[in-house]
C-alpha cells in the first residue's frame, strides 16, 4: 500500500538479494544489496536452509547454550534466524567484540554447539564474518535510500520486513547487532510473504492493474554500486553497534 501511504515507509526483504524500497504514495525509491546467502544459512560452515533440525532460536543463558530447532528436531546446525541469535548473543556475552572478532578461546575453532545426541559443530570466525558482510550490504542500502530521498530515519512512518526468514525473525537482536537500524524499533512490522500476498491482491482487487501501473510510473531504481560513498558506507556498518 505504499501508494496509498502519505508518509514515507521503508520496505526490507533480507535474503541473498535484499530488496529495499523507500517511498509513499508521492515518491518511490528502490535498490537491492547484494547481501550473500548467509541469511538463508549459506556460505556458513554449520548453516542450513530452514528444514526440520535447524536450530532458529538460541540463547547464552549463565555460560549455556539453550535452544529450539525446527520441528524440534535433533540440531544439525543454524538457519538464518538462529545465525542472527548466535551472533547477537555472543556479542552480548563478551565472546565476540564489536568488530565481530571471536575471544582467543574459541579462536582457531569457533564456538561450539552440542546437539543432543553429543554431536558438536562449531560457529566459526569466517561464520561471523559471513554475517557481517550481509548485513553491511542492507545497512549502507537503507542509509543511501534515505539520503538519496531527503529524510531522516525520524521521517519512517513505518518498516515492512518481508520474507520468510524476516518474518521468524527476532527483531530486538537484528537490532543488537545492527541488521536492522536502532532508530526504527518500535516501528518494523513482519509482512510474511508480500510477494503471494501482493499476487493473491492483484487477481482479486479490480483497482489493482491501476494501482500497480502507478507504482511501475513512480518507482526509480538507485543502483548501489554506482554511489560514491557505498564503499565507504560498507565497512563502517560492519562493526556490530
Same mark, same amino acid.
Given at each position: 500500500?505504499?501508494?496509498?501511504?502519505?508518509?514515507?515507509?521503508?520496505?526490507?526483504?533480507?535474503?541473498?538479494?535484499?530488496?529495499?524500497?523507500?517511498?509513499?504514495?508521492?515518491?518511490?525509491?528502490?535498490?537491492?544489496?547484494?547481501?550473500?546467502?548467509?541469511?538463508?544459512?549459506?556460505?556458513?560452515?554449520?548453516?542450513?536452509?530452514?528444514?526440520?533440525?535447524?536450530?532458529?532460536? $538460541? @540463547?547464552? +543463558? !549463565?555460560?549455556?547454550?539453550? *535452544?529450539?530447532?525446527? %520441528?524440534?528436531?535433533?540440531?544439525?546446525? &543454524?538457519?538464518?534466524?538462529?545465525?542472527?541469535?548466535?551472533?547477537?548473543?555472543?556479542?552480548?556475552?563478551?565472546?565476540?567484540?564489536?568488530?565481530?572478532?571471536?575471544?582467543?578461546?574459541?579462536?582457531?575453532?569457533?564456538?561450539?554447539?552440542?546437539?543432543?545426541?553429543?554431536?558438536?559443530?562449531?560457529?566459526?570466525?569466517?561464520?561471523?564474518?559471513?554475517?557481517?558482510?550481509?548485513?553491511?550490504?542492507?545497512?549502507?542500502?537503507?542509509?543511501?535510500?534515505?539520503?538519496?530521498?531527503? $529524510? @531522516?530515519? +525520524? !521521517?519512517?512512518?513505518?518498516? *515492512?520486513?518481508?520474507? %520468510?526468514?524476516?518474518?521468524?525473525?527476532? &527483531?530486538?537482536?537484528?537490532?543488537?547487532?545492527?541488521?536492522?537500524?536502532?532508530?526504527?524499533?518500535?516501528?518494523?512490522?513482519?509482512?510474511?510473504?508480500?510477494?503471494?500476498?501482493?499476487?493473491?491482491?492483484?487477481?482479486?482487487?479490480?483497482?489493482?492493474?491501476?494501482?500497480?501501473?502507478?507504482?511501475?510510473?513512480?518507482?526509480?531504481?538507485?543502483?548501489?554500486?554506482?554511489?560514491?560513498?557505498?564503499?565507504?558506507?560498507?565497512?563502517?556498518?560492519?562493526?556490530?553497534?
Amino acid at each position: 500500500n505504499f501508494d496509498k501511504a502519505d508518509k514515507p515507509c521503508l520496505f526490507i526483504d533480507l535474503g541473498t538479494n535484499g530488496e529495499l524500497a523507500l517511498g509513499n504514495k508521492e515518491r518511490l525509491l528502490v535498490s537491492s544489496a547484494a547481501a550473500g546467502p548467509a541469511f538463508e544459512g549459506g556460505n556458513i560452515s554449520c548453516g542450513l536452509p530452514s528444514v526440520a533440525g535447524a536450530i532458529c532460536n $538460541i @540463547e547464552i +543463558a !549463565d555460560g549455556k547454550t539453550l *535452544y529450539r530447532t525446527i %520441528g524440534d528436531k535433533e540440531a544439525a546446525g &543454524l538457519c538464518g534466524t538462529g545465525i542472527v541469535e548466535l551472533v547477537s548473543e555472543l556479542l552480548d556475552a563478551g565472546i565476540i567484540d564489536e568488530t565481530g572478532l571471536l575471544d582467543e578461546n574459541y579462536f582457531l575453532e569457533g564456538f561450539p554447539i552440542k546437539g543432543q545426541a553429543g554431536n558438536v559443530f562449531y560457529f566459526t570466525q569466517r561464520d561471523i564474518r559471513q554475517l557481517q558482510m550481509a548485513k553491511a550490504a542492507i545497512r549502507a542500502g537503507i542509509d543511501i535510500l534515505l539520503r538519496e530521498y531527503g $529524510i @531522516e530515519y +525520524a !521521517d519512517i512512518d513505518k518498516v *515492512y520486513l518481508a520474507g %520468510g526468514f524476516g518474518f521468524m525473525l527476532n &527483531l530486538q537482536k537484528a537490532v543488537n547487532i545492527g541488521l536492522l537500524p536502532k532508530e526504527l524499533s518500535g516501528r518494523i512490522y513482519p509482512v510474511g510473504n508480500s510477494a503471494l500476498s501482493g499476487a493473491i491482491s492483484y487477481l482479486r482487487d479490480k483497482d489493482a492493474p491501476l494501482r500497480m501501473e502507478k507504482i511501475l510510473k513512480s518507482a526509480v531504481e538507485l543502483a548501489l554500486a554506482e554511489q560514491e560513498d557505498f564503499n565507504s558506507l560498507y565497512p563502517e556498518y560492519m562493526y556490530f553497534r
